[in-house]
């Protein structure tokens, strides 16, 4: 008798046990990605400060968008690159993506002249040499890793210090956000990245789905390749991509079916859609002419809208 009074109080029970958590503040580390990334993260961040979090935000000390903020913590750690040799180098990357066509872009990523990209990935290492700052971190004991994938170095951090971690991004390169949650991408139904098939493939669609996704297989551990080195010397051991993405506790994914297809997830991923760069002013209000009077009617609406 008594275990089954037991058994059926321990949805209360768990109730009282979390309750007090979702009201308590935490102490987040972010870890965040410069340029366009930062303008959406920022304003999550300045939410999550202003909801009582205590905030600390760790980032180069060379950046593009990222300023300092009133509401909460930033600590920087400097870089090997000025600010003039990674705008140079942006920029020619940018450039030659408009001279590729689609289709060879993933190609073109993973160029090994791609500068930036080293850049952006030699970040953590420079984070590391920082040891002042990484007793900080090892002193603070941070509840969670707040993380922009996109440089690695957040999922270094958080798998360094053996920390929860929250993915935010709009997606990740290649097959590593698959592969990192173990979510199924029957490659009939999913097209891959850059392949601009839409999920409902004809077979000839689906023959070349399959032929990008072995390419990805073959050559986008070139891309991470710098990456991956660092993360293996900072973690002192082989790290794999996918040692680092499987790591993630939450994905918050700033995408949705609408945006991409339909495709299986997991329960860790989830789509929080619509936050995307600035914050943008409302539509302007658009009257929309009825067209439910009739052919004719319709024409003659159809003549009043200017070209
Ligand atoms: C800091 O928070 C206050 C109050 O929430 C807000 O008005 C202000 O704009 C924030 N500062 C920045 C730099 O966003």
């Not at 791609?114 to 984070?127: A, E, M, P």
């Not at 936050?275 to 009617?297: A, D, M, T, Y």
């Amino acid at each position: 008798m008594a275990p089954a009074v037991w058994t059926g109080l321990l949805p209360l029970w768990m109730c009282l046990l979390l309750a007090p958590g979702f009201a308590q503040a935490g102490k987040l580390l972010v870890i965040p990605m410069d340029g366009s990334h930062w303008f959406t993260m920022n304003a999550v961040v300045e939410k999550l400060a202003h909801r009582g979090h205590e905030v600390v935000v760790v980032r180069p000390e060379v950046s593009w968008r990222q300023g300092k903020s009133s509401n909460y913590t930033v600590k920087t750690y400097s870089t090997s690159y000025t600010l003039e040799d990674l705008s140079h180098q942006f920029k020619v990357f940018t450039d030659s993506q408009w001279k590729t066509r689609a289709q060879d872009r993933l190609s073109l990523i993973m160029k090994p002249s791609n500068d930036v990209l080293k850049y952006f990935f030699s970040n953590c290492r420079h984070l590391f040499n920082d040891k002042k700052l990484i007793k900080y971190i090892e002193d603070s004991s941070f509840d969670a890793v707040f993380l922009d994938p996109f440089d690695m170095c957040g999922l270094i951090v958080a798998k360094y210090f053996s920390l929860p971690s929250v993915v935010f991004s709009r997606g990740v390169f290649c097959h590593y956000l698959e592969e990192g949650t173990q979510s199924p991408s029957p490659l009939s139904y999913v097209p891959r990245f850059l392949s601009e098939f839409s999920d409902a493939m004809t077979f000839r669609q689906r023959v070349w789905n399959h032929i990008l996704h072995w390419e990805e297989r073959l050559f986008c551990a070139y891309l991470l390749q710098v990456g991956l080195e660092a993360a293996s010397e900072i973690l002192q051991t082989t790290v794999t991509a996918y040692d680092l993405y499987s790591h993630t506790s939450v994905w918050l994914l700033r995408s949705d079916f609408v945006l991409d297809y339909p495709r299986p997830v997991m329960p860790n991923m989830i789509f929080i859609g619509g936050i995307n760069c600035h914050p943008r002013k409302p539509l302007s209000q658009v009257s929309c002419p009825s067209f439910s009077s009739g052919e004719s009617g319709v024409d003659e609406k159809a003549k009043q809208i200017p070209h």
